[in-house]
T-cell receptor, first 113, second 107 residues
Framework: SAVISQKPSRDICQRGTSLTIQCQVD?????MFWYRQQPGQSLTLIAT?????????ESGFVIDKFPISRPNLTFSTLTVSNMSPEDSSIYLC??????????FGPGTRLTVT | GIQVEQSPPDLILQEGANSTLRCNFS?????LQWFHQNPWGQLINLFY???GTKQNGRLSATTVATERYSLLYISSSQTTDSGVYFC?????????FGTGTSLTVIP
């Protein structure tokens, strides 16, 4: 298993600004992912964070809007850029040694005003 | 992409009752997990169950991969079981979450 922490746990941001969310894992993991969960909805995968290379984005998500870094096997960041109220969601980081068994962080609750 | 449907979408139970949650998926999958998202938003791993049956206390799960469904059983429900239950499947290319079942257990 893996224990995952995220910072910040919540934030309220102004339209047009950017927020960087940090994800820290307590052990080296192969896979790290970022998800978005809009209010009352299921989780949608944003991207796979690849160590030492560019993230792999899912359809509907682009690097300019959601730049991701993963400098090592235990840490990743997601930036939500040029925010609008539609970006208000919970953003979750997950990690695991295999894609098929993932563990989740507590999430970051973002409100954009 | 694959469709992952859960039923029922909402469920209200009296404390002590039993329930069965279902997860149907539209294509073959490599693996399947069940999660509980508590009212504070934390996702908790319940089972990694690509096939067969597993039990953990009052919870058990069964996956019949050939028929493309999985079931999560909750027995003697408690108020702390409230929250949203998600199944998620791995197709080898991506991890897809189901639509979720929102469970409320009332005392």
């Amino acid at each position: 298993s893996a224990v995952i922490s995220q910072k910040p746990s919540r934030d309220i941001c102004q339209r047009g600004t950017s927020l960087t969310i940090q994800c820290q894992v307590d052990s080296q993991v192969t896979m790290m992912f970022w998800y978005r969960q809009q209010p009352g909805q299921s989780l949608t995968l944003i991207a796979t964070a690849n160590q030492g290379s560019e993230a792999t984005y899912e359809s509907g998500f682009v690097i300019d809007k959601f730049p991701i870094s993963r400098p090592n096997l235990t840490f990743s960041t997601l930036t939500v850029s040029n925010m609008s109220p539609e970006d208000s969601s919970i953003y979750l980081c997950s990690a695991g040694h295999q894609q098929y068994e993932q563990y989740f962080g507590p999430g970051t609750r973002l409100t954009v005003t | 992409g694959i469709q992952v449907e859960q039923s029922p979408p909402d469920l209200i139970l009296q404390e002590g009752a039993n329930s069965t949650l279902r997860c149907n998926f539209s294509d073959s999958v490599n693996n399947l997990q069940w999660f509980h998202q508590n009212p504070w938003g934390q996702l908790i791993n319940l089972f990694y169950i690509p096939s067969g049956t597993k039990q953990n206390g009052r919870l058990s799960a069964t996956t019949v991969a050939t028929e493309r469904y999985s079931l999560l059983y909750i027995s003697s429900s408690q108020t702390t079981d409230s929250g949203v239950y998600f199944c998620a499947v791995d197709t080898g290319n991506q991890f897809y979450f189901g639509t979720g079942t929102s469970l409320t257990v009332i005392p």
